[in-house]
């Protein structure tokens, strides 16, 4: 099956921040499993450049435009590639392809009779470029209680809303008003999760009007095609990327209309409101990356912010979670169960036995965990996916507390009881591992090299997926340290 995967593109009028890194490791997760699956997979993400934004920005720094998108795109793209985003394109909207693709559309528009000139006057806020009713404006508090004064994003720039008069080509959105209600409600999985479909629902009940598609006299943008002195505006040039990413325009044979349109909630920081520039609350991805590594902060991301909605971090939130799950949970399992066969078994699979009622508790729980995980991951509940996996380590982590190997072993009779534990724990790493890959592609392929077994990255799922593949008598090889704790975290 082909499956096609798209972020939202960056606005590059700034360095990323933490909360575009969420999203990118969201969608590397989705396109990974379901390469993983089995299926052709085309990732897209990039930069959003073409904005009036970004050309003030340039003269606030004092640089040419396209030296600043230049520069950020640059670090989303570093960012992107330090937290292993396993993209197939990054799009710039400056891109000479995805330009004439705009402007194909756009020719589209007005042959099909979807554009017009008009004039309009109305509230803009400079900081979004939107526009909005003055209904939707708030107080300087974000209250709607007081004079609709000021943007509900950016409430502490008292500038942002303008009043705006000028001669725009409007886009004749009224006209498709009843087939968006249409698409919506025969279509509950179009737009998920629900509350963000009934909150479209309720914007198409109050009636769409025009929007307009063009602005005047701007110095950067995409020209408008035939029309001199109008630039697309960026609201709707950024939107086709997700066509033009995949040929519309120059290749259509790619060109498939989009599935499902999923709105994720915000990382919070905890105490202090949403991360995002407009607030001031940023998180270097970087940074973090640095810090936590990248594989173990894809994870702490999307255990602890499960994407249908807000949720708070902070880190010391992700340094609880980082010893609890990864230091003392997996990298323990990981350690203690390749030590003791190579303690007790020369670093050799041992036979897997008849097994006893712990070795039949952690072979049902990872065979739980592979229908499951699977469930979950395909409706991007993460969050879940990742709870099935970790349930697999905490019952193996349970099964060696059953079982005691290290008492057992003391006793030459009961051998078989010390191999059956041993292969039932090696088994469910195994199985970790493949199931790890979509969000930590680094660590899952080390653990499967611990064990001698092929790579995450390249086997065969159906060929892995099951309980019982180790061959006894293989040879595997001390497990490295893979999540040394964090000792400045309070408690785990």
């Known amino acids: 099956m082909k499956f096609y995967v798209t972020t939202a593109i960056a606005y590059v009028n700034d360095r990323p921040g933490l909360h ?109 470029e939107a526009f909005y009713e003055e209904s939707e404006l708030v107080d300087e508090h974000g209250s709607r209680d007081g004079p609709h004064v000021r943007c509900p994003i950016h409430t502490s720039n008292p500038d942002a809303i303008q009043r705006l008069n000028e001669e725009n080509y409007f886009f004749r959105l009224s006209k498709y008003e009843q087939k968006l209600k249409d698409l919506y409600r025969d279509n509950p999985d179009f737009c998920v999760p629900e509350i963000r479909r009934n909150e479209v629902l309720g914007w198409l009940d109050r009636g769409l009007r025009d929007v307009s598609v063009s602005r005047r006299n701007l110095t950067w943008g995409i ?36 599935r499902q349109v999923y709105a994720h909630g915000f990382l919070e920081y905890a105490g202090q409101g949403r991360l995002s520039r407009s607030s001031g609350n940023m998180i270097d991805p970087i940074a973090a990356a640095n810090e936590w590594g990248s594989d173990a902060l894809r994870y702490l991301l999307l255990r602890e912010a499960p994407f249908a909605k807000d949720s708070p971090i902070s880190p010391e939130i992700l340094d609880l979670r980082f010893n609890a799950d990864l230091a003392n949970g997996l990298g323990n399992l990981v350690s203690r169960a390749t030590k003791m066969v190579e303690l007790y078994r020369d670093g050799r699979v041992p036979s897997p036995g008849k097994g006893g009622p712990s070795e039949k508790a952690l072979r049902e ?12 991951a395909a409706k991007l509940d993460f969050a879940d996916a990742l709870a099935a996996i970790f349930s697999v380590v905490e019952e193996a982590n349970r099964h060696f507390q059953r079982t005691q190997p290290w008492q057992a072993v003391k006793d030459t009779a009961r051998r078989g009881e010390v191999d059956a534990s041993l292969y039932a724990g090696l088994e469910a790493v195994r199985i970790v591992a493949y199931l790890l890959y979509p969000y930590m592609p680094t660590i899952s392929p080390r653990i499967a090299d611990v064990l001698d077994v092929e790579s995450p990255a390249t086997a065969e799922w159906e060929a892995v997926a ?27």
């Open 20 to 128: 575009h890194g969420y999203e990118f490791a969201g969608a590397d997760a989705l396109a990974r499993f379901h390469r993983q699956r089995g299926d052709e997979v085309f990732f897209l993400t990039g930069t959003d450049e073409n904005a009036t934004r970004n050309e003030q920005a340039a003269k606030e720094q004092g640089i040419a435009t396209r030296q600043l998108v230049d520069k950020y795109a640059a670090e989303f793209r570093q960012m992107a590639d330090l937290w292993n985003i396993s993209y197939d394109r990054f799009i710039r909207t400056v891109d000479p392809d995805h330009v004439a693709g705009v402007q194909e559309f756009v020719r589209r528009w007005i042959a099909n009779d979807d554009v017009y000139l008009s004039k309009y006057e109305g509230l803009y806020c400079s900081r979004c």
């Open 223 to 258: 020209p408008f095609p035939d029309k001199p002195g109008h630039t697309v505006y960026v609201w709707f040039d950024a939107l086709i990327n997700y066509v033009t990413g995949i040929g519309f325009g120059t290749d259509e044979k790619k060109f498939k209309l989009p």
């Open 365 to 376: 729980t990872a065979e739980r965990a592979l229908a499951t995980h699977d469930e979950s």
């Open 466 to 492: 099951r309980w019982g593949l180790l061959r006894p008598g293989e040879q595997i090889h001390s497990a490295p340290s893979l999540f040394p704790r964090l000792e400045r975290a309070k408690t785990a």
